[in-house]
């Protein structure tokens, strides 16, 4: 991970601490042990290396090498990759800080942040959580009795159902009343995890059945609610903190509207629509809410507030742990927030009152994920070739990830958050854009590209913000990469595979290790020997290139291993190269790609696995039903015999933390080859569907064109992907972030 390049960050929050009196370090922790994984557990190690404390990591099986194992001083297994088996056993944990003596514990976000249990175990063995006392977070965790408890002391809430004692058929009853559109959410849990919209009466049942299914396995508690979907909104948090002598202070409000089915994709504090007074009204009711359940330690209350009467806002619930969100509300206010998560927790006042809360500047954040954004958000999985991060004034990273890892499917798809501070927002913003511009993600695919096309909008950069916009966004059509960059950037990737594919040894280029392209102080021009065509694709475009065109020079940057300078037609350009097998990921103006080598081999196979997806990789085009990601099957709602319509649902799979749907391509009889808790792979057949006899095979669905690679990393044109999905931890409805079984 990266710090700030500037003067506010960990150091300023130190310089802050230290003129409000507060110690250097805080007193009775030496060692804190980390009851998470990922960029949080990174993070959180980060502080307690600052403050001179022994950090402890505990890893599942899956991550023996991962980044926060490596950071921490001692590491403890706990169980194999399963969260269930691992970073949710609170046994487990706990075992684990009492056999490496730790005197504390720090739940980071997700997994067991918000679970009474864990604190209550941790009191039991005389180790310090980091967090409220367990009788706070069974109020607040509980969505039913955290709307109750605050509308008994006049803060606004949401019009719906939160009754425990109702079935579904008296959930649809309450639902007419409630009228559509409206929201089902878990009771127990949040993080947009198990939430579902729906328009009409029609869509209530399964939508029901896809939220008990997921509340009961994220949550341990099947117990849903009923809210009014306000359809325009925006979502405001504010951070609040508190000690454990009645101190309570609010940190400023974080602009979270930017959301992708309920996940929250860029966040900035301050909001562009919350002027002083509203600030004042906002932080009085988070403050209000905290202390009516003895809060202790840092947490959130969010609000959904009207984006066209803003002075209006309603309670939705308070998040009483770490946002993943917190760096901007640290850059903006110096205060590093894990520092006094375990200064309040051993004890220590708070020395700051709020009129000692100032905010400087503005900061913008953006979640990098691994997911397809060309193919409906699928998320990915497979080996970090190379994790660039990027530099500057104003810019911090805080990443799980480094070149060499491997994105399993096991976990949470979020891999780093890049954070920028500006003096306003328009500063801010523009970082950003550059921060992302400069970041390289090879090998996996990446939301890298699509977070830049959102900073890019006008409604984005005007603040003119709401949690529908990205789907609103998503329905514009976008410009994929113009047909001038393709042919530039295929003619880089020839160079780039005739080097792979045909190594000669050039004394120009010292131990650099073999290859003809760069051997000249002026790059690889045409020669002899060396004159090559190379068959790529990008997209659904095929190339035949001469990878000697003299117009096309590569040259190579040195002591940069991959960084390379293009000179096309009089203009140069840095690019970033690495080749793998028979495809090559290119860094090129701030853009991704991916291009694939088509030997007459690498395209007969290519069509033979499209054939074989196509039949329905996403549960569409034919009779068999494949599933486009790895995974876990969690439901099977159908039974071999069955006869199913075009676009029923079949199964579920859940991968990364999200539920996809698979649905039928074709009308038919169905044999499934699956049961619920089955692993598959990519591309494996969930279920066949047979068409009635009398049905005319020449109507099936022609067979999918051969496959070419991956297409290159564009924005997409449409909300609707080939699935459905349930979005991962600290995620937002129109709405909200609560934690959620698993998370990096």
Not at 101 to 109: E, F, K, Q, S, T
Not at 138 to 167: F, Q, T, Y
Not at 586 to 598: K, Q, T
Not at 676 to 698: F, L, Y
């Amino acid at each position: 991970m990266s710090e700030p390049q500037n003067t506010t960050g960990t150091a300023a929050a130190a310089g802050a601490a230290a003129a409000a009196g507060a110690p250097e370090v805080p007193a009775g922790f030496s060692t804190v042990l980390v009851a998470n994984r990922g960029e949080i557990a990174c993070r959180i190690i980060r502080t307690l290396h600052r403050l001179g404390m022994t950090a402890v990591a505990v890893y599942s099986d899956a991550d023996r090498t991962a980044q926060h194992v490596l950071a921490a001083d001692v590491a403890v297994r706990i169980g194999p990759a399963p969260a269930t088996a691992s970073y949710l056993d609170v046994d487990a944990i706990v075992a684990a800080a009492v056999s490496v003596g730790a005197d504390a514990v720090h739940p980071g976000y997700g997994f067991l942040s918000e679970n009474p249990a864990l604190a209550t175990a941790c009191a039991a063995a005389g180790i310090v959580f980091i967090g409220p006392e367990a009788a706070a977070m069974a109020v607040m965790g509980d969505k039913i009795r955290a709307k109750e408890h605050v509308a008994a002391r006049g803060v606004p809430v949401i019009d719906g159902v939160a009754d425990p004692a109702l079935d579904d058929a008296a959930l649809a009853l309450a639902a007419e009343r409630i009228g559509f559109p409206l929201m089902v959410k878990p009771a127990g849990g949040g993080g947009g995890k198990g939430m579902q919209v729906v328009t009409a009466a029609a869509e209530l049942p399964a939508a029901l059945a896809s939220a008990h299914r997921v509340a009961a396995s994220a949550f341990g508690d099947p117990t849903l609610l009923l809210e009014r979907l306000v359809e325009v909104p925006r979502h405001i948090e504010v951070q609040v903190l508190a000690d454990r002598h009645g101190a309570v202070v609010h940190l400023g409000e974080r602009e979270c509207s930017l959301q992708r089915r309920h996940q929250k994709v860029i966040e900035e504090s301050p909001s562009p629509i919350v002027d002083e007074a509203l600030r004042r009204r906002l932080g009085a009711a988070a403050c209000d809410v905290a202390a009516s359940v003895g809060y202790v330690g840092v947490g959130t209350v969010e609000f959904l507030v009207s984006g066209d009467r803003p002075d209006e806002f309603a309670f939705l619930e308070m998040n009483t742990r770490l946002q993943v969100e917190h760096p901007v509300t640290e850059l903006v206010t110096g205060l590093d927030l894990v520092e006094w998560q375990l200064r309040v927790a051993a004890g220590e006042r708070l020395p700051l009152v709020q009129d000692d809360i100032l905010l400087r500047g503005h900061a913008m954040e953006a979640r990098l994920y691994a997911e397809d954004p060309g193919a409906g958000f699928l998320p990915q999985a497979g080996p970090v070739l190379r994790f660039d991060m990027p530099t500057g004034d104003g810019v911090r990273v805080d990443a799980g990830i480094a070149t060499g890892d491997v994105v399993g499917t096991d976990y949470d798809p979020m891999l780093a958050k890049i954070i920028t501070l500006g003096a306003d927002r328009a500063e801010s913003l523009t970082r950003l854009d550059r921060a992302l511009a400069d970041t390289v993600l090879f090998g996996v695919r990446s939301n890298l590209w699509f977070l830049r096309s959102l900073l890019a909008d006008g409604d984005v950069r005007a603040g003119r913000l709401d949690t529908g916009l990205i789907a609103r966004v998503l329905r514009t059509p976008t410009d994929a990469t113009d047909a001038d960059m393709q042919e530039l950037v295929a003619s880089v990737a020839a160079i780039a595979f005739l080097r792979s594919d045909h190594p000669v040894t050039s004394p120009e280029r010292g131990s650099d290790g073999p290859g003809p392209l760069w051997g000249t102080p002026s790059g690889w021009r045409t020669g002899g020997r060396h004159r090559a065509q190379v068959r790529v694709s990008i997209g659904d475009r095929v190339f035949d290139v001469d990878a000697a065109d003299p117009s096309v020079v590569l040259r190579r940057v040195p002591g940069s291993p991959g960084r390379y300078l293009v000179d096309h037609r009089g203009r140069t350009t840095p690019v970033t190269v690495e080749v793998d097998g028979r495809s090559a990921w290119i860094s090129f103006a701030g853009r991704i790609h991916v291009v694939g080598h088509l030997t007459l081999a690498s395209r007969v196979a290519a069509a033979d696995a499209m054939r074989a997806l196509g039949d329905g990789a996403d549960g569409t085009g034919g009779p068999e039903v494949r599933s486009p990601m790895p995974g876990t099957v969690t439901a099977v709602l159908v039974a071999s015999g069955d006869t199913v319509d075009a676009g029923a649902t079949i199964a579920t799979v859940e991968a990364m933390k999200m539920e996809h749907r698979l649905t039928a391509g074709i009308g038919g009889t169905v044999t499934m080859h699956v049961s619920p808790g089955t692993a598959i792979g990519q591309g494996q057949s969930v279920a066949t569907i047979a068409a009635p006899s009398s049905e005319d095979p020449s109507a099936l669905p022609p067979a999918l064109p051969p496959a070419l690679p991956p297409t290159t990393e564009t924005p997409p044109t449409t909300e609707t992907p080939p699935t459905t999905e349930t979005p991962p931890a600290d995620s937002d409805p129109h709405s909200t972030a609560r934690p959620t079984g698993v998370h990096p």
